[in-house]
């Protein structure tokens, strides 16, 4: 898969769209925080707001990041669905995002590979932090897998 070069400014503007992710899914686990019901509503609502912690985390870092690289931050949330409401159905939401995530920065690590502007350290650092990030949200993916598989077995 060849794919076309692409100028650094090109590049900042797709890791401005993931930043925009993170800041949504930070949005996401606080709302679901404070709107989940059911009998483990305690449990899963702590869980949600440590997801939500580290979504912060990603946010600082990854405008950080793109601030490091010369971009300017533009911290902008996209909408998500605020519908649901069982347990399993917010966890698979949730472990979707994360899959997106995932997918999106294995393809900037090669994106990265194409700019034509950018130098070897700046795409070996895009290599580096981006492997951080898909380590802590391929974690979380597993995680809610787990967690789904439990929930289907108590249903």
Request: charged fraction near 25%; charge should be negative; include cysteine.
């Amino acid at each position: 898969m060849t794919e076309s070069p692409m100028t650094k400014s090109e590049f900042l503007e797709l890791l401005q769209r993931d930043l925009s992710n993170e800041v949504t899914h930070m949005h996401f686990y606080l709302f679901y925080a404070s709107n989940i019901t059911g009998l483990h509503r305690h449990e899963y609502k702590e869980v949600f707001l440590k997801e939500a912690a580290s979504e912060m985390a990603h946010v600082t870092q990854f405008s950080d990041f793109i601030i490091g690289l010369g971009g300017k931050s533009h911290i902008k949330s996209k909408e998500f669905d605020t519908t649901l409401t069982r347990l399993s159905t917010i966890i698979d939401a949730a472990k979707n995002m994360e899959e997106e995530v995932v997918e999106n920065y294995a393809n900037r690590i090669h994106q990265a590979h194409q700019v034509t502007d950018m130098t070897l350290a700046e795409k070996q650092w895009v290599e580096i932090f981006l492997e951080g990030q898909i380590e802590h949200s391929r974690a979380d993916v597993d995680e809610y897998k787990q967690i789904l598989a439990g929930l289907c077995h108590h249903s």
